[in-house]
Structures are given as structure tokens and as C-alpha cells.
T-cell receptor, first 113, second 118 residues
Framework: DAMVIQNPRYQVTQFGKPVTLSCSQTLNHNVMYWYQQKSSQAPKLLFHYYDKDFNNEADTPDNFQSRRPNTSFCFLDIRSPGLGDAAMYLC????????????FGPGTRLLVL | AQSVAQPEDQVNVAEGNPLTVKCTYSVSGNPYLFWYVQYPNRGLQFLLKYITGDNLVKGSYGFEAEFNKSQTSFHLKKPSALVSDSALYFCAVRDTPYSGGGADGLTFGKGTHLIIQP
């Protein structure tokens, strides 16, 4: 089945130690999104790629970066995780921007010690 | 700027009764509206969306939603609730037309916990 895959499902890192979260998709969608969802809160968009075009949200901290080496994969890099970065990180894809449905992966729960 | 309000943190319904989860929105253009459901420690699952056309939208698992432009609402409904419907429900909006300046993602409401009691 076509799907959005996130690895790992759970990630534990140390304060200040760089960490990378992975997302892959078999849907061949043009757009890939990263959302941050803190406990009991709504998901919040960090950035998205439309093909190779990177679009950062104005309030996304510089500590968060992303890479999309090809259509199928997208990575979220947190350069120096703080305790406040502990959250569920959701990857989503859509065929195009605009009216198209976004399809979400299962998420990666990040714990910062 | 676009925004979504889900006024109820929690909705309790007896199994077999109809359910409604409320959502209102604010956009500058025309809205694209979505409902997603989230089970514990899982990603979001798409239920239904309104883009244009018929104001009553039918989606997965027997859910439907009615778009009301005058009231800027998009309430989620189901005629007969199941215990398995218990989950966290998110309403989301995307403003149109897309300006190309970022913020292409969805803006979500804070979520409503739906609890179906046997």
C-alpha cells in the first residue's frame, strides 16, 4: 500500500546532541511537510518542500533544518535539541499545494534528556 | 491569517446516539476545510474535506460534515456513535488562494476529545 513512513517511531536524544528524523513516502507526492505537535496541542507547521523548493515558516527556530535529497525522502534535523523540543513530529505529503489532502505518517515521538 | 476554533475540549456521547464536534474558522479568502482523527500515539488520519460544491460532505467511517458559510462553521457529525469512535478530532483550514509566501500547511484547531460511552 502507498504510504508515509516515519523512522524511528520513538527517538531519545540528549540535550544539545544533534538528531535526525526520517520520513519516506511511496505516494510520489510533490509536497512534503513537517509538523511539530506538543502534548495536548494542535500540530504546528515547521516547513515544507514543494519538489526541491524549501519553504520555512516565519516562526520556525533556526535550530530546525530540513533536507529533501529526492522525491521519496525528507529529513528533519534538530541541531541542538532543548528540553522544549520534546514533541511528536509528524510528516505529511500531498500531491500539490492548495486543495489536496495531506496524508500523515505515524509520527516520531522525540524525548530529550 | 487563517484560524480555527474548536470550542469544546471534550464531548461525551452515549453509544448509538448522534454526535457533533464543533468547528468554526476564519479566513480571508475561500476556505478549504478538513477533519482528521488521531488515536493515541498515532499520526493523523484523514476523515473528510470541503473544497467546493455541496455543503454536506460525507467521509470515512460514517462521518459527515456540513459547511455553513454564513456561520463560518464546519461541524463534524455522525448519526450513531460507536465506542471505537473515541479519539482526538482535529479540524483544519487552509486559506485560498495560495499566496506562495509560505504557510501552505494546514492550520489546526486545538482538538476535541470525543468519548463514546458504552
Amino acid at each position: 500500500d502507498a504510504m508515509v513512513i516515519q523512522n524511528p517511531r520513538y527517538q531519545v536524544t540528549q540535550f544539545g546532541k544533534p538528531v535526525t528524523l526520517s520520513c519516506s513516502q511511496t505516494l510520489n507526492h510533490n509536497v512534503m511537510y513537517w509538523y511539530q505537535q506538543k502534548s495536548s496541542q494542535a500540530p504546528k507547521l515547521l516547513f515544507h518542500y514543494y519538489d526541491k523548493d524549501f519553504n520555512n515558516e516565519a516562526d520556525t527556530p533556526d535550530n530546525f533544518q530540513s533536507r529533501r535529497p529526492n522525491t521519496s525522502f525528507c529529513f528533519l534535523d534538530i541541531r541542538s535539541p532543548g528540553l522544549g523540543d520534546a514533541a511528536m513530529y509528524l510528516c505529511a505529503t500531498s500531491i500539490r499545494r492548495g486543495r489536496e489532502t495531506q496524508y500523515f505518517g505515524p509520527g516520531t515521538r522525540l524525548l530529550v534528556l | 491569517a487563517q484560524s480555527v476554533a474548536q470550542p469544546e475540549d471534550q464531548v461525551n456521547v452515549a453509544e448509538g446516539n448522534p454526535l457533533t464536534v464543533k468547528c468554526t474558522y476564519s479566513v480571508s479568502g475561500n476556505p478549504y476545510l478538513f477533519w482528521y482523527v488521531q488515536y493515541p500515539n498515532r499520526g493523523l488520519q484523514f476523515l473528510l474535506k470541503y473544497i467546493t460544491g455541496d455543503n454536506l460532505v460525507k467521509g470515512s467511517y460514517g462521518f459527515e460534515a456540513e459547511f455553513n458559510k454564513s456561520q463560518t462553521s464546519f461541524h463534524l457529525k455522525k448519526p450513531s456513535a460507536l465506542v471505537s469512535d473515541s479519539a482526538l478530532y482535529f479540524c483544519a483550514v487552509r486559506d485560498t488562494p495560495y499566496s506562495g509566501g509560505g504557510a501552505d500547511g494546514l492550520t489546526f484547531g486545538k482538538g476535541t476529545h470525543l468519548i463514546i460511552q458504552p
